[in-house]
């Protein structure tokens, strides 16, 4: 089991760039599959990126498609999303999650993390 907290969550107006970042505890997290998905109020939580366990394939919803990128920085244990170009539609609270070894076709589905954040809000102002 690992232990992930985000931060870097915030507002920010429509066009603008955040970064925000999930950093793991107990487990080194560059061996695990690394998620990101949010969830707006009334609505369902929604997948918005992932990347393989071993690193060598990330996965984006289409509606970040071209606009957010998720990284590594296994340094620092931690996945980074890098968001431009923010919508007032990618307001949300953003959920880091991860398990080991997900396999690609289930990378998009929240069943298959193991371990989840609590959170960081993020709002866009149009």
């Known amino acids: 089991q690992v232990q992930l907290v985000e931060s870097g969550g915030g507002l920010v107006q429509s066009g603008d760039s955040l970064r925000v970042s999930c950093a793991a505890s107990g487990g080194t997290l560059s061996t695990y599959s690394v998620g990101w998905f949010r969830q707006a109020p009334g609505k369902e939580r929604e997948f918005v990126c992932a990347?393989?366990?071993?690193?060598?394939?990330?996965y984006y919803g289409d509606s970040v498609k071209g606009r957010f990128t998720l990284s590594r920085d296994n340094a620092k244990n931690s996945v980074i999303l890098q968001m431009n170009n923010l919508k007032p539609g990618d307001t949300a609270v953003y959920y880091c999650a991860a398990a080991p070894r997900i396999d690609h076709d289930y990378l998009s589905t929240p069943l298959s993390y193991d371990d989840w954040g609590r959170g960081t809000q993020v709002t866009v102002s149009s």
């Open positions: 990347m393989s366990w071993s690193g060598g394939s990330t």
